[in-house]
């Protein structure tokens, strides 16, 4: 049929548009980081999620078709979070990218979630993971991924290849910038 997932452990450097000669290749991003392959019925892409804010669905994939994408796993109650957070509020006067932040804490809810990203004054789509996106995102990056004390952040480029950054690292405005431009 096809090959099988790569693991987290795995990285390839397949985009949307070259799903047919996937490689494996080292992550730019050092390590300790991990890429998935991304391929257009990619289910991280194409999952529906809902802004906490809005009401509206969007895709990652959606938003990927206009530039990369930044996606942070965190918690309302994580310092560590909101430290990342206001370093990427400040990238995006560097850069032009998108960000989505994914509330991993199950017993958070929307309306709080909502509260908080106003009050930070952060505005960019905020949502929560149910437990189907959660499972992909386990599955395809470790259970690091669903520790928000880590800071886990994914980049999606432009040319859809999913790369997990380094945790357990706060990456300043420039830093950001720089890995979204790259």
Not at 12 to 36: L, R
Not at 63 to 87: K, S
Not at 136 to 160: H, Q, S, W, Y
Request: aromatic content about 4%; charged content about 20%; glycine content about 6%.
């Amino acid at each position: 049929m096809g090959e099988p997932s790569p693991t987290p452990e795995q990285t390839a450097s397949v985009s949307m548009g070259d799903a047919a000669t996937s490689s494996a290749a080292p992550s730019a991003a050092g390590p300790s980081a991990s890429a998935a392959a991304v391929l257009p019925d990619d289910p991280l892409l194409t999952m529906s999620l809902t802004d906490v804010r809005t009401g509206e669905e969007f895709t990652l994939a959606e938003l990927v078709a206009d530039g990369p994408v930044i996606v942070e796993t965190m918690a309302i109650w994580c310092a560590n979070c909101r430290a990342q957070m206001h370093e990427v509020t400040a990238a995006h006067e560097l850069a032009d990218f998108h960000s989505v932040s994914i509330d991993v804490e199950p017993d958070e809810a929307a309306e709080d979630l909502a509260a908080y990203a106003e009050r930070e004054g952060y505005d960019w789509p905020f949502t929560l993971a149910d437990a189907e996106l959660a499972t992909e995102l386990r599955n395809r990056f470790g259970t690091e991924v669903l520790f928000p004390p880590g800071m886990p952040k994914l980049l999606i480029d432009a040319d859809g290849l999913i790369e997990l950054l380094p945790l357990g690292e706060l990456l300043g405005a420039s830093d950001i910038a720089a890995l979204v431009e790259g």
